[in-house]
């Protein structure tokens, strides 16, 4: 019953290339999926140019800000043992721009 229950649940993880000329890789995907994504996604989160610099910069949708400083709460940082991302992130400001 457990397993069941958790087969309905899929997460697709996807990168590709020609991102930054006309979204060809994304739109492509979405084009060759249409049937299966329309009725059976809840998200679609674009990491585009998801890692840029040593800072972490929070840029969501405000429905999300929430979410994302939850997590971060829980990530230990890679370079400050015992601190979390989210300390890095509120002593450098924890500026939050919405998208």
Request: glycine share 10%.
């Amino acid at each position: 019953m457990f397993y069941r229950a958790l087969a309905k649940w899929h997460s697709v993880l996807a990168s590709w290339d020609a991102e930054e000329y006309g979204l060809i890789g994304s739109t492509e995907w979405v084009e060759e999926f249409v049937t299966w994504a329309v009725p059976n996604m809840v998200a679609y989160v674009n990491l585009d140019v998801a890692v840029s610099g040593p800072h972490f910069h929070l840029v969501a949708a405000p429905e999300l800000w929430g979410l994302v400083e939850g997590t971060i709460k829980d990530v230990p940082s890679p370079k400050a043992p015992g601190k979390s991302i989210y300390d890095e992130w509120a002593a450098d400001g924890g500026r939050v721009r919405g998208t």
